[in-house]
């Protein structure tokens, strides 16, 4: 997405002042207030379950929401597909919070008021700080993007989140590099709040593990020329670098990395979220295809292709009139995205199952379709389970990451992998490792 900002990077801004958190904290409260004064003209459309997409869908981010919306849309074609919900169709309402605390407070607080929102996704790391406690507050149950490790232990009851921290994304970087015996790594990271956050744990990891950090620097997006940074790198020689930049960046630096270092460039390891037509151009415009495909690791949360829920998921994304092919092909590479579908298909069992639409009702059903159980039905898909709550059998909903293991923080990491693009650009799997690696690289 160049001069866009990209999926690796979340869209994720620089964090506000103190005086803009309390500014925004005020804004939040009246905002809320006159939710609850226009909540009795909230409706819902005759026959239709609202799902919203709460991301930024304008500004320089608005790619970032395009793609999470795809998850939604992919899965209301597979829940209408198999009957809908509670006698209702699902329907995805996007909501835009433009990237911005200032701007999502308002959006999303007239979207509770007037929308009539079952549940949501979405909620990335530039505003989930102010849009999760609207959610929260409305009892309205959402699966988040947001990264933030803020909320590794968090007491809202209505969150719910299936793939990694930003620190244990981090840390993951660092695992990688181990496995494949990398002794030494610089750190190169684009300026954002979800590089800030994921930031200490690369370090931490890379220390726990016996790995030298040569230099860990930031740097900001899109900028003309990175050769002064780049001069300080490769002076330390390091084995790998560990890097999180949109497409335009990463091309500028390693381009010039490259012309710097008599046309060498070390192996990178950067996160999945990079597996996108965009960087893989970018890349491969200035390092060359050989080397995009054989030495750049894309780590992150793992999904499982060849899973039935996996196939369900694409299958959705096919059918979907919103989804179009090249923005299918780039998203079921996305771990978070399909993260993200799961967390819906989710939302519809739990429904089913506690015969109910209404959050303070189906919320406690969460774990308890997703959770592993003597005599439990395993289902993949949404028509399954539904198939099986309506034969009143218990049911256990394993996603396209695997089962699902919340804790009472409502996360659940998941495990890992490691992705290669192939010469036209898609992915292919390296390795996948679990989530015990990265507690341990942690502790």
């Not at 395009?66 to 699902?90: D, P, R, T």
């Not at 700080?129 to 809202?156: E, I, R």
């Not at 909903?397 to 009472?408: A, L």
């Amino acid at each position: 997405m160049t001069g866009q900002t990209h999926p690796a990077s979340h869209g994720r801004l620089r964090a506000r002042t103190t005086a803009g958190k309390l500014a925004l904290g005020t804004l939040a409260v009246l905002v809320l207030s006159l939710a609850a004064a226009l909540g009795a003209s909230a409706h819902r459309s005759a026959g239709t379950i609202n799902a919203a997409v709460i991301a930024p869908f304008s500004g320089p981010a608005a790619n970032l929401g395009k793609f999470i919306s795809l998850s939604c849309y992919a899965a209301a074609e597979q829940v209408n597909g198999a009957g809908g919900v509670l006698g209702n169709q699902l329907g995805c309402t996007t909501v835009d919070d433009t990237g911005d605390p200032a701007d999502a407070v308002p959006a999303v607080a007239r979207a509770l008021a007037t929308s009539n929102i079952s549940f949501a996704s979405g909620l990335e790391t530039n505003t989930a700080a102010v849009t999760v406690p609207l959610m929260n507050d409305a009892k309205v149950p959402f699966f988040t993007a947001a990264g933030l490790p803020a909320f590794d232990k968090t007491a809202d009851q209505y969150f719910w989140r299936i793939t990694p921290s930003d620190a244990q994304n981090g840390a993951a970087y660092a695992v990688w590099a181990k496995l494949k015996k990398y002794k030494s790594a610089a750190i190169v990271l684009q300026s954002n709040a979800g590089n800030d956050t994921a930031g200490p744990g690369i370090i931490r990891a890379l220390k726990s593990l016996g790995i030298k950090i040569t230099i860990k620097i930031d740097i900001p997006g899109e900028a003309a020329s990175y050769a002064s940074v780049v001069s300080r790198v490769k002076a330390k020689n390091p084995a790998v670098i560990i890097t999180a930049t949109d497409p335009q960046t990463a091309a500028t630096f390693f381009s010039q990395y490259k012309q710097l270092n008599n046309g060498k460039v070390p192996p990178l390891i950067t996160a999945t979220a990079s597996l996108t037509p965009d960087f893989f151009d970018a890349m491969t415009k200035v390092l060359g295809a050989s080397f995009v495909t054989s030495n750049i690791s894309l780590v992150g949360y793992h999904v499982a292709p060849s899973s039935a829920a996996f196939a369900a998921y694409k299958a959705g994304l096919a059918s979907s009139s919103h989804v179009s092919p090249s923005d299918a092909k780039v998203v079921s590479g996305i771990g978070v995205i399909a993260g993200l579908y799961d967390g819906d298909i989710i939302m519809a069992l739990a429904m089913t199952a506690a015969n109910s639409s209404k959050g303070s009702d189906f919320n406690k059903f969460i774990p308890k379709v997703t959770t592993a159980g003597k005599g439990k039905v395993v289902v993949h898909t949404y028509a399954a389970g539904l198939a099986a709550l309506k034969a009143k059998k218990q049911i256990d909903y394993v996603g396209t990451g695997g089962q699902i293991h919340f804790n009472q923080y409502h996360n659940s990491a998941g495990n890992f992998s490691a992705t290669a693009f192939n010469t036209d650009g898609s992915p292919r799997l390296l390795s996948v490792f679990g989530a015990g690696l990265i507690a341990n690289a942690l502790k």
